[in-house]
């Protein structure tokens, strides 16, 4: 029972550097740490797709005269909820649809 345990921990650690993919107890931290990365990237990821999200619509607005803060604010002003990854696939690749909803919203 050990010996699986021990062999499905270096499996798992296969393509790590130096003593970690072959000596287990090496492997067993190395394990814990990738799953803790693992854990707190798969949260920093969706913060920085926001970012890129508005940096994009922040960019495409400026050209319309627009700034992101305002916009976002009339938006909600008027009521209409169409989320930032929205506006921002919007913003590339239908610009001028995108410019039709800021002259709504203006």
Excluded: H
């Amino acid at each position: 029972m050990a010996s699986k345990r021990r062999k499905n921990t270096l499996k798992m650690a296969k393509g790590f550097k130096w003593r970690r993919k072959t000596n287990f107890r090496a492997a067993k931290e190395a394990l814990l740490k990738a799953g803790k990365y693992a854990y707190r990237d798969r949260r920093n990821k969706k913060r920085t797709q926001r970012r890129l999200w508005i940096i994009r619509l922040n960019n495409a607005l400026r050209l319309l005269g627009e700034t992101y803060s305002k916009f976002i604010k009339k938006l909600v002003d008027k009521k209409i909820e169409i989320d930032r990854k929205v506006l921002s696939q919007m913003a590339v690749e239908n610009p001028q649809v995108f410019q039709k909803l800021v002259e709504k919203v203006k």
